[in-house]
């Protein structure tokens, strides 16, 4: 299972979209999924309540916090779980260091139950690889904004997203081993950023 992780803007999408061609004509089965919002059920439905405008008292940061643990529990138990036992390559957009950014070192939620609740959420599952898709939150956000992408999240301020970068850099560094992760510099180009990703890659997929 290889995570993609990153803050608004950083090219989550497009590199798991070019990672997975890459992966299939290695001969590989690959699937490639998010959060939230991974399946075409539960997840969906949690998706568009945590990123909706729509209700006039808002989301309180608890509530939010539990509704994208909920999400990775359905996703994990449904989703990513199956696709592994089939023998698949899960590429996935997101998976708990978005929540430790965003609702633990943005909103305020405690870190000590990010980890009681997400341990019962991934069920004993842990990535194989995480990549982490660095970029400046302005630029991350102006990305989005000219391509028309407005949710509850883009619409933070500023410092709320300098946070989750700060978020990301902490959780990488208290929770991933060295040798399971990598940074990429997600300013560069495209394919600049999607040959770093093979390349780290390599010992993990054995590609030559």
Same mark, same amino acid.
Request: proline letters at 4%; glycine letters at 8%.
């Given at each position: ?53 729509n209700?006039?008292?808002g ?31 899960v590429i996935? =957009?997101r @998976?708990?260091?978005?929540?430790? &950014?965003y609702?633990?070192?943005? *909103?305020?939620?405690?870190?000590k #139950? +990010? ?5 019962m ?8 690889f ?6 400046d ?13 407005? =949710?509850r @999240?883009e619409?933070e301020?500023? &410092?709320?997203?300098?946070?989750? *970068?700060?978020?990301?850099?902490? #959780? +990488?560094k ?35």
């Amino acid at each position: 299972m290889i995570i993609l992780e990153g803050g608004e803007g950083v090219g989550k999408s497009t590199q798991a979209k070019l990672l997975k061609t890459e992966l299939e004509k290695l001969g590989r089965k690959v699937l490639v999924t998010k959060e939230p919002g991974g399946d075409n059920g539960v997840c969906r439905d949690i998706r568009e309540i945590i990123l909706s405008k729509n209700y006039e008292s808002g989301l309180a940061p608890f509530a939010e916090f539990l509704l994208f643990e909920a999400d990775r529990a359905q996703h994990v138990a449904t989703v990513i779980k199956p696709a592994l036992e089939k023998g698949m390559v899960v590429i996935c =957009d997101r @998976f708990a260091a978005g929540t430790f &950014a965003y609702q633990c070192w943005s *909103r305020g939620i405690p870190i000590k #139950y +990010f980890d009681e609740i997400n341990a019962m959420a991934v069920q004993n599952l842990k990535p194989d690889f995480s990549l982490l898709l660095d970029l400046d939150p302005a630029t991350g956000l102006k990305r989005n904004f000219v391509m028309g992408k407005s =949710d509850r @999240f883009e619409s933070e301020e500023l &410092a709320f997203h300098q946070k989750v *970068r700060a978020g990301f850099l902490e #959780y +990488f560094k208290k929770y991933i081993p060295a040798n399971q992760q990598k940074k990429i510099d997600a300013s560069k180009p495209i394919e600049e950023v999607q040959k770093e990703i093979i390349s780290a890659l390599k010992p993990l997929l054995k590609v030559v």
